[in-house]
């Protein structure tokens, strides 16, 4: 293949990666790592370094937009970020002593089971009669948002602060030890266990995997892994389709976005499955 | 200037509209110059046909993407140090490696600026969540976990 071909391709995709991901509070790398994986024999190490790269540009491109339009919980993605940045140093840590591959393919089973849960609350733009935890208001986590496909303004409590900081936790740990997947643990963990509605769910996350790639992020670059011929269209790429995404999350309604969600889920969960079994994780 | 008391008051959200604008600003301004310096990079590839380290040409494409190269096709600098010193004298691969550092550092300057914010608010709860994310951000980039 033509070096200026691959660019272009590569370029396409990524535009489509950043407004999915910006959509769905996603870092892209579900899209991008496939497409890299396609074109021949690309080395695992390059897919990651532009998969990371990729995650960093849709979270700033799109949170950008959704702090100023006031649709991110700043609370909530700061105080959750403990247990994320906490769960993705674990991670790095135990990397070497856990089996990956068995993990990647029990993490996929887990999302699997997400997607069954999303799928019971397919219809469901705003979830309805939460009452918020005393634990929640402390933190004062609860808020309120505009939602221009309602025409109105949506006040929503949070719950289960525990059972999502832990989840938090595990999509940390789960970044940290394979590189994949932080974004959807996140908006599962907003969305079904502390009850937040799927939009803030999503800008939430899109704030939040910024920080957890950064993370990491440094030590790829140290590591030769960004290259700049496969790194510079990707982050390009990306932050031009963040615009269109961020456009279709504000007009979208919460039952939409949540069936393009239960598709990629499903999507990321047999990915998941699938490196388990291949080996091609880290 | 702004107290931050009453949990769930309306009123309370004033002051954190005015943080909610820097921090955009603060993303939008990270992405706009990375991507503006990464763009230069890209073009000068393009305009000059040089990367600034060994061309590469269609035949070297599957190589390049199978291993790190060290030298030859392919090769670009990896420390910072490196990077910012190439840029400087406007090694287009260098150039778009400062872009992507400026992008790394986004998200960073971000929860860095969070603190202030929370800080200035005497939000003394918010200030200690952001400063240990902060922290632990911070140690993983220097220690080099991740």
């Known amino acids: 293949m033509e070096p200026v071909t691959f660019s272009v391709v590569l370029f396409g995709a990524s535009v489509v990666a950043g407004a999915l991901g910006a959509l769905l509070g996603l870092g892209g790398g579900v899209i991008i790592v496939p497409v890299l994986t396609l074109m021949a024999g690309l080395n695992i190490h390059y897919a990651i370094g532009a998969s990371i790269v990729s995650v960093i540009a849709t979270s700033s491109g799109a949170a950008a937009t959704y702090v100023r339009d006031r649709i991110t919980n700043l609370r909530l993605g700061m105080f959750l970020e403990i247990a994320t940045t906490t769960g993705a140093v674990t991670g790095a840590l135990v990397a070497g002593w856990l089996p990956g591959r068995a993990l990647a393919v029990v993490f996929g089973l887990v999302l699997m089971y997400a997607a069954w849960t999303m799928f019971r609350s397919r219809q469901e733009d705003v979830p309805t009669g939460v009452v918020g935890s005393p634990l929640a208001t402390r933190l004062r986590l609860h808020g309120t948002f505009y939602d221009p496909s309602l025409h109105r303004q949506v006040d929503y409590q949070i719950t289960g602060v525990p059972e999502g900081f832990g989840m938090m936790w595990l999509a940390g740990l789960i970044s940290g030890l394979l590189g994949i997947g932080s974004g959807v643990f996140k908006v599962i963990a907003m969305d079904i266990m502390m009850r937040a509605p799927l939009k803030v769910s999503t800008t939430t996350s899109n704030f939040m995997i910024g920080v957890t790639a950064a993370a990491s992020a440094g030590i790829y670059f140290l590591r030769g892994d960004i290259h700049p011929f496969i790194a510079a269209p990707v982050a390009l790429g990306i932050l031009l389709g963040t615009v269109a995404g961020t456009h279709l999350l504000l007009h979208l309604r919460g039952a939409a976005i949540r069936k393009v969600f239960l598709v990629v889920l499903i999507v990321v969960a047999l990915q998941m499955i699938w490196r388990g079994i291949q080996g091609t994780i880290r | ?146």
Not at chain 2, 13 to 28: A, D, F, G, K, Q
Not at chain 2, 82 to 100: F, T
Not at chain 2, 106 to 127: G, I, N
Request: net charge neutral; hydrophobic share 55%.
């Open chain 2, 1 to 146: 200037m702004m107290p931050s008391k009453s949990a769930g008051a309306p009123d309370e959200r004033e002051p954190i509209t005015w943080m909610e604008l820097m921090i955009s600003y603060v993303l939008r301004g990270g992405v706009l110059v990375s991507a503006a310096v990464i763009l230069c990079g890209i073009a000068l590839v393009a305009v000059t046909r040089d990367t600034g380290y060994a061309p590469i040409q269609p035949h070297h494409l599957p190589d390049i993407l199978a291993f790190h190269p060290t030298a030859g096709p392919g090769y670009f600098p990896a420390a910072p140090a490196a990077v910012l010193r190439a840029a400087w004298v406007g090694k287009p691969y260098a150039i778009i490696g400062l872009g992507m550092l400026l992008l790394i550092a986004t998200p960073v300057v971000r929860v860095a600026l969070s603190v202030a914010f929370f800080l200035a608010q005497r939000d003394w709860l918010y200030t200690g969540i952001t400063v240990f994310v902060l922290a632990v951000l911070l140690v993983s980039l220097i220690v080099g976990v991740g």
